[in-house]
């Protein structure tokens, strides 16, 4: 009996050169990365600055374990000539490159998209900045807590009565991620699959997160209405909110099909609810919200969560207990699926993180290792260019890598 061969992941043989940083370029390689793409981490010689974002153990960074993982590092500064050669020859065997630099900084140090198509016309260059290439925003800095305003994000977000609201995490920093890697995919689908050559993919990060937020431009354009802060309500459906348990624990309701809806009021001894004009539509229904939340949160409050759960499980009711990240971890689901996987690290003796995305049952994906020091694979890489050990030694003498 012989063992059948692991598919290799979709994306091997595809080589990246990410001179990204914080935060949503690096995403779109640690996407490429994890089904199979070579990719290879340019960093000035100081390091990526997200290695010091976040907590670290040891002087470990723990974000970059997970963003830097399955590439390989390198270091490189592309302000003087010898660096700008260097990239370029990696440049010469590459299918993609990723940068985040102000627009006209790579034109600066002359390595703008028409240099480096000159030494790969197969190269697909993705730049990812805050306001795009275009447009009297282009020179600003911008980050996704910027894009998190720009976009309306911020404005819907929160309390009626609070102001504002921001996540804790970089949101739209991990669309524009998710975008770049869709766009990268799409230009490279083009290129090989339809004969065209390379191009520039121009991503502002403000963009993806304003597409993912609805129809709100269509309904100011037509009705001139702009929406508010709902807290954990919807505007389109209810109940639909965050609800404490007796054992004061909280657990998350959604109703957007209307079968459910009617489940959850015969679930909490509010059938009668069902027979009102109103509540066969999603948005009117939402319009009676405080009648609705009183009716759940009443029949909640009196309930420990996992009677709760084990109620709305067995009416066939969408709830779900809402996790830390303790729970995360300990969920059954979670463990089953391996939705939090465990690595082996050098630094840090083995590290848990976030699985993939999604999983390919023919080609799957596969985390082979977590973020990599500084450097980590200069004379791996810079071998394979030709540069043998002592070059290499005196091009980190002289701040090159």
Do not use: C
């Amino acid at each position: 009996m012989t063992d059948v061969a692991r598919p290799q992941p979709p994306l091997t043989g595809l080589r990246v050169i990410e001179l990204a940083t914080i935060l949503a370029g690096p995403l779109t390689g640690m996407l490429l990365a994890d089904h199979g793409a070579d990719v290879i981490k340019v960093e000035h010689p100081r390091g990526d600055p997200l290695r010091t974002h976040g907590h670290a153990k040891d002087g470990v960074g723990l974000l970059w374990k997970v963003i830097g993982r399955n590439k390989r590092t390198v270091t490189l500064d592309l302000r003087g000539p010898d660096g700008q050669d260097l990239l370029l020859r990696l440049v010469a065997g590459a299918d993609v490159l990723i940068e985040n630099f102000r627009p006209g900084t790579l034109e600066g140090w002359n390595l703008g998209p028409e240099r480096l198509h000159a030494a790969n016309p197969r190269l697909v260059i993705l730049r990812t900045t805050g306001f795009g290439q275009e447009g009297p925003y282009r020179r600003r800095p911008g980050f996704g807590t910027i894009a998190e305003a720009m976009s309306g994000f911020a404005h819907i977000t929160g309390q009626p009565d609070g102001p504002p609201t921001l996540p804790p995490f970089g949101l739209a920093d991990g669309i524009a991620g998710l975008a770049g890697a869709v766009a990268v995919l799409t230009a490279l689908y083009h290129r090989d699959a339809r004969g065209g050559t390379g191009q520039v993919i121009d991503l502002a990060i403000y963009e993806p997160i304003l597409s993912l937020l609805g129809a709100q431009p269509t309904v100011y354009d037509q009705l001139g209405i702009i929406p508010g802060r709902t807290g954990n309500r919807s505007t389109n459906n209810a109940p639909r909110n965050t609800y404490r348990t007796a054992d004061g624990k909280w657990v998350a309701i959604s109703t957007s099909a209307q079968s459910v809806a009617e489940r959850v009021m015969r679930l909490v001894g509010r059938p009668e609810l069902i027979d009102e004009p109103w509540f066969a539509s999603g948005t009117q229904r939402a319009q009676h919200a405080d009648e609705l939340d009183a009716a759940v949160s009443e029949w909640i409050a009196e309930r420990p969560q996992t009677e709760v759960i084990g109620a709305f499980e067995a009416a066939e009711a969408a709830a779900i207990p809402i996790y830390d990240v303790a729970d995360i971890m300990a969920d059954p689901q979670v463990v089953a699926r391996e939705s939090v996987t465990e690595l082996p690290d050098p630094e840090l003796g083995s590290v848990k993180m976030q699985n993939v995305m999604f999983r390919m049952l023919g080609t799957p994906a596969e985390l082979r290792w977590a973020g990599r020091p500084v450097g980590g694979d200069n004379e791996e890489v810079y071998g394979e260019l030709g540069i043998d050990p002592q070059r290499l030694a005196q091009l980190q003498a002289e701040g090159v890598v």
